[in-house]
Nanobody
Framework: QVQLVESGGGLVQAGGSLRLSCAAS????????MGWFRQAPGKEREFVAA????????DYGESVKGRFTVSRDIAKSTVYLQMNSLKPDDTGVYYC????????????????????WGQGTQVTVSS
């Protein structure tokens, strides 16, 4: 069992930055691939970013490439999402998720492949 707790959300103006954190506890964090997803009101959950369990491979949704960066600190059992040049369309609830990894460089953008989810943190970008 893995417990995930997101933090760092808030209200920011367009063009600003936020860094989200996802603290994991429970089973060995280092063996899990991690992902970030978001959901805006009335929209489906959207893939944002993913990172392999060894941190050596990352993947990003098209709408955030070049603006967001995912990273992880295995010693702190924490994964981060640095979000720069934020836009109003980035508004939503951001969730982190953990997947029992298939390999050290495995990443996935498919939400149904993740085994554990956090409760989410709200990000609001004003224009």
């Amino acid at each position: 069992q893995v417990q995930l707790v997101e933090s760092g959300g808030g209200l920011v103006q367009a063009g600003g930055s936020l860094r989200l954190s996802c603290a994991a506890s429970g089973r060995t964090f280092s063996s899990y691939a991690m992902g970030w997803f978001r959901q805006a009101p009335g929209k489906e959950r959207e893939f944002v970013a993913a990172i392999s369990w060894n941190g050596g491979r990352t993947d990003y949704g098209e709408s955030v490439k070049g603006r967001f960066t995912v990273s992880r600190d295995i010693a702190k059992s924490t994964v981060y999402l640095q979000m720069n040049s934020l836009k109003p369309d980035d508004t939503g609830v951001y969730y982190c998720a953990a997947k029992s990894s298939s390999g050290p460089r495995y990443v996935t953008a498919l939400s149904y492949e993740y085994d554990y989810w956090g409760q989410g943190t709200q990000v609001t970008v004003s224009s």
